[in-house]
Structures are given as structure tokens and as C-alpha cells.
């Protein structure tokens, strides 16, 4: 009998101290830094292409290490580079027509301006012709008041020198008529290429236009890293045909990583945006990784139906996010991680 008094009172204080060490452990929980459990998060990028085409070799394997501009998979792209190819021929051909309606412009504008100098030069020469017409006029006139058979002869050739003059008067304003028509031809001449010019150069721009954007799609063969990051996953074998948008690569960026936790409502108000923040992971347990709260939620994850009494307050819960940085890559997504905000303890 009193061995059984003895074990059960053994018992007791066994159970006692496990309870007042419980208690002691709920305490100091209680006083601690506010804080909670989350999980490691990277950063996932999913790389894809806009063109639908085979998989023409894989350069990466799943769980590789790539560094930003790596290529990672090339696709089969000749159609693309033959378009290509075409459009890039008919920039340059757009180009040289562009370039033949700018000479036509400029032979156009030549001649107009030789067509002008030929009608002002023949304008001149009348209006020089026909003075002298006049004043020969002026001594035929003079010589008609003479009546010897000198001055008879000198009338004559008088009057004939000035019917020549007239004749050539009437040659060089018919000649500058001629310019004049030679200068509104050149100038419609000069208005048709300037149009031709500008459809020239429009159709130019189109094409390249064209060219610039099949050059992209055959940018869209060769899929490169666009950070530094792991290979998770490979969805596609090298001679598969991929569908435009179709996920090629999927990458992991572990240089900076994430975790999410929970504050209750009473705790909302110790946490800060930039606030430092300290995690510990399982695989690490000596270890405190630094980091900082990036995110604070602004609507609670769990929200009861009423909310009416202090024990259902106490049940809404906050998202917090912080960032860790990586730079050893310890810290790998998935990882169950234990965060503490210092400075936030209660009393």
C-alpha cells in the first residue's frame, strides 16, 4: 500500500513540475517578441514563347544552376527566319524606292529651276529685240522723209532689218511661253514624285516596320535565363511541338526568398513595414536568418460570420510577409521557418 501512495505521490510531482514548466514556457511565449510560423518561399518564373514551334534542344537539366542571359532552350524557328529574311528583303527594296522617288524629286526640281532661267533669259533677249526693233522702226520712219535714191535703198533694208527683229521678237516670247509651260510641268512633275516620295517612304517605314516585327518572333526562338536561378522543371522533351504560351522553363530564385505568417488581431498593431525580422528553420536550428517585413495585409485571411465578443476578435488573423536574403542559398522553398520580430515583446 505504501509503495502505491508513494508511486502516485511520485506521480503528482512529476506531473506538477511538467505543468509549471508548461506554464513557465506558455509565459515566456506570452512576453516574447511577436512572431509565427511560415514556410520559405522563392521566387518561380515561368519563361514561355509566343510562337508556336518544336523544341529544338534543351541546354539546361532540371536542377541546374543558370546565370541571367544563359540560354536555356532553343526552339525550331526556319519559318520565322525566312519570313524574316523577306521582310528584311522588302525593307531594302521599299528603301531604294524611296530613294528613286527622292532623285525624281530632285530632277524634277532641276528642271523646273533650267525651264525658269530659259523663260526669264528669253524674256530678256525679247525685251532687248524688240528695243532694237523700235529704234530701227524710229530710222525707217526718218528715212522716209528723204526721197533720194540712197536714202530709198538704206529704208528698205531699214524696214526689212526690223521686220527681221519683229520676227525674232515673236520666236523668243514664243520660246519663253515654252519655258513657262516646261515650268508648270516640272512642277507638277515635281508635286507627282513628291507623293510617290512620301507613299515611297511610308510603304519604307511599313516594311520595316514588318521586319522589326518578325525579328522579334525570331527572338522568341532562343529562350534565355533573364536572372540568376535554378531549373525546377523542364514540362517539354527536345522534338516536342510547343503551343504558343506553353511554359518552356520554369526557374527558382532563392538569392532573396519570402515567408508568410499570421498575426492575431491584439498583435497587429507591433508589426511595421521595414520592421527587421528574424527566422529560424529546422535544418538550421543554431541559426538566425535576418530579414525584414515587406508586406502587411490589410484584410484579415479569417473573418467569423459575427463579430461580437473579444474571443471573436481575437480569431481574426493578418498575413505578414518578410523577405530574407539568400546569399549562401541555405534557405530552399519549402522550408518550415519559425519568425520573431525583435523589439515587439510584451510585457
Wanted: with cysteine; charged share 25%; proline share 3%.
Amino acid at each position: 500500500m505504501r509503495r502505491v501512495v508513494i508511486v502516485l505521490v511520485v506521480l503528482v510531482l512529476a506531473l506538477a513540475g511538467l505543468l509549471a514548466t508548461r506554464l513557465r514556457m506558455q509565459e515566456r511565449a506570452l512576453r516574447g517578441p511577436t512572431g509565427g510560423s511560415g514556410e520559405i518561399e522563392g521566387t518561380e518564373v515561368d519563361l514561355s514563347s509566343r510562337i508556336s514551334a518544336r523544341v529544338l534542344r534543351l541546354h539546361v537539366k532540371k536542377g541546374a544552376a543558370v546565370k541571367k542571359g544563359d540560354l536555356v532552350v532553343s526552339l525550331d524557328c526556319a519559318d520565322a527566319r525566312a519570313s524574316l529574311s523577306e521582310a528584311q528583303e522588302r525593307s531594302t527594296a521599299a528603301e531604294e524606292q524611296a530613294r528613286a522617288a527622292e532623285a525624281s524629286i530632285g530632277a524634277a526640281r532641276a528642271t523646273q529651276q533650267v525651264a525658269g532661267a530659259a523663260r526669264i533669259a528669253s524674256e530678256a533677249q525679247a525685251a532687248s529685240l524688240s528695243a532694237q526693233r523700235d529704234a530701227t522702226l524710229r530710222q525707217a520712219s526718218r528715212l522716209d522723209r528723204l526721197t533720194d535714191d540712197v536714202a530709198l535703198s538704206s529704208r528698205d533694208q531699214t524696214r526689212a532689218s526690223a521686220d527681221g527683229l519683229s520676227h525674232q521678237v515673236e520666236a523668243l516670247r514664243a520660246q519663253a511661253r515654252a519655258s513657262q509651260a516646261q515650268v508648270g510641268a516640272a512642277g507638277a512633275t515635281w508635286k507627282a514624285s513628291a507623293a510617290q516620295a512620301q507613299a515611297a517612304h511610308a510603304s519604307a517605314r511599313a516594311a520595316a516596320a514588318s521586319a522589326a516585327r518578325v525579328r522579334l518572333l525570331v527572338d522568341e526562338c532562343e529562350i534565355a535565363a533573364p536572372r540568376d536561378a535554378w531549373v525546377t522543371e523542364l514540362p517539354h522533351e527536345e522534338g516536342e511541338l510547343v503551343a504558343p504560351g506553353s511554359t518552356l522553363v520554369r526557374l527558382l530564385d532563392l538569392s532573396e526568398v519570402r515567408a508568410t505568417f499570421y498575426l492575431p488581431n491584439a498583435e497587429l498593431a507591433a508589426v511595421k513595414l521595414g520592421a527587421p525580422a528574424l527566422a529560424v528553420v529546422d535544418a538550421y536550428p543554431d541559426e538566425e536568418f535576418a530579414g525584414r517585413v515587406s508586406t502587411v495585409a490589410f484584410k484579415a485571411e479569417f473573418t467569423p460570420r459575427n463579430i461580437q465578443t473579444r474571443s471573436d476578435r481575437d480569431r481574426l488573423v493578418y498575413p505578414v510577409e518578410i523577405v530574407l536574403a539568400n546569399p549562401a542559398g541555405k534557405l530552399r522553398a519549402g522550408m518550415p521557418v519559425q519568425v520573431t520580430l525583435p523589439g515587439t515583446e510584451r510585457h
